[in-house]
C-alpha cells in the first residue's frame, strides 16, 4: 500500500493553548484583522460568510477553517441564512509542522483554509468543542492541561484528515484515475474489510465506520472494494446479512420478523423485509412459511 505516515514529534505538537469561545453570529463582525497566533474556527450551526485574506467564502455547520498567523479575517452575518451561524474559535500557539512557517498549521488540499469535515470527523470534532466549553466553564484544577489535551486531539484529527487528502491526490494518475494499492495489497485490504464485515453484520454499519476501522478515506474503500469484487461493501454486507437471516428462519421458523431483523443488524423490520425480498424475490413472512412446510 502506497503510504506516507506524517509522523508527528513532541516539536511539531506541543502548543500552548491561549482561550476558546462560542460566539452566535448575529452582527459582522467589526474588524477585518489577523493574529500572530493560530485560530481554528469551528461552524457548529447555521451558515455565515468569512472574509479571509480578501476573498469572501461562505461557511455553514460542519466547516472547519484554519486561520494562521498573518491571515487577515472577518465574520459576516449571511442574510439570507434560515439560521446564523455558531462559531467554535480555538487560539493556540507554539506548534511546528515539516513546510510550515513556525507557529502555522498546514493547509489542506491545494492550500485552502477551509475544510467540509466528513461525517465521523464532525461529530468527534463537535464533541471535543463541546468538552472545551463545558471544561472552561467549569474552572476546575487542570484546566488549563485538559483544555491542551482535548486541543491535541482536535489537531490530530485534522492533521489525519490531510494526510488523507495527500494520499488521494498523490493516488490520481492521468485522466483522473487514481491507482492507490498495488494488487496484492488490494487483495488484503479486500479480505480485511469482508472481515470486518462478517464480525459485525449485527450492528449498525456505515462507510464512514469500515473506512475508520481501516484508517482509510470511504472514496479508497469504495473503489478498491469495487475494483475486486464488482460490488460495494453495503451490497456485500446487505448480502451477508440476507443469507444469515434465512439461515436463521431455516434453523427458527416460530422467530419472528422482528426478531430476525434486530439479529442481522435491522432495528426496522419493514425495512428489513423489504431488502429481504429484494434480494430472495420472496417476503421473510412468505418464506418463514414455506420453511414450515
Known amino acids: 500500500m502506497c503510504r506516507e ?8 505538537l506541543n502548543p500552548r493553548f491561549l482561550f476558546s469561545c462560542i460566539v452566535k453570529r448575529t452582527e459582522d463582525e467589526t474588524n477585518y484583522h489577523s493574529h500572530d497566533f493560530v485560530e481554528l474556527v469551528v461552524i457548529l ?36 441564512a434560515a439560521c446564523p451561524a455558531s462559531e467554535c474559535y480555538l487560539a493556540f500557539s507554539g506548534v511546528e509542522f515539516r513546510d510550515c512557517p513556525p507557529g502555522a498549521l498546514p493547509l489542506f488540499a ?9 461525517d465521523k470527523m464532525r461529530q468527534e470534532v463537535f464533541r471535543l468543542c463541546a468538552a472545551v466549553e463545558k471544561e472552561v466553564e467549569a474552572s476546575r484544577p487542570g484546566r488549563y492541561f485538559m483544555l491542551k489535551a ?22 490520481a494518475g492521468q485522466n483522473g484515475q487514481r491507482y492507490i494499492f498495488k494488487s496484492a495489497s488490494k487483495k488484503y485490504v479486500v479480505e480485511r474489510i469482508m472481515e470486518y464485515l462478517e464480525n459485525h453484520y449485527r ?56 426478531s430476525v431483523a434486530s439479529q442481522v443488524g435491522y432495528e426496522d423490520a419493514y425495512h428489513f423485509s423489504k431488502q429481504f425480498k429484494k434480494y430472495f424475490g420472496l417476503s421473510p413472512l412468505y418464506y418463514k412459511g414455506r420453511a414450515r412446510m
Open 203 to 258: 450492528e449498525k454499519i456505515s462507510l464512514d465506520q469500515i473506512a475508520a476501522n481501516m484508517y482509510l478515506s470511504p472514496y479508497y474503500i469504495s473503489r478498491i472494494f469495487k475494483s475486486e469484487t464488482g460490488d460495494t461493501p453495503i451490497n456485500y454486507l446487505i448480502s451477508l446479512r440476507m443469507e444469515h437471516a434465512r439461515d436463521l428462519m431455516d434453523a427458527h421458523p416460530e422467530m419472528s420478523i422482528q
Open 150 to 171: 482535548y486541543l491535541i486531539q482536535l489537531i490530530c484529527l485534522l492533521i489525519r484528515e490531510r494526510q488523507i487528502e495527500k494520499e488521494q491526490k498523490a493516488g
Open 110 to 118: 491545494d492550500g485552502s483554509a477551509i475544510l467540509r469535515m466528513p
Open 45 to 80: 450551526k447555521g451558515e455565515g460568510k468569512f472574509v479571509i485574506d480578501g476573498k469572501e467564502v461562505p461557511v455553514r455547520e460542519g466547516n472547519l477553517l484554519i486561520l494562521n498567523p498573518g491571515t487577515h479575517h472577518r465574520s459576516l452575518v449571511q442574510p439570507q
Open 5 to 12: 505516515p506524517y509522523d508527528i514529534t513532541l516539536g511539531d
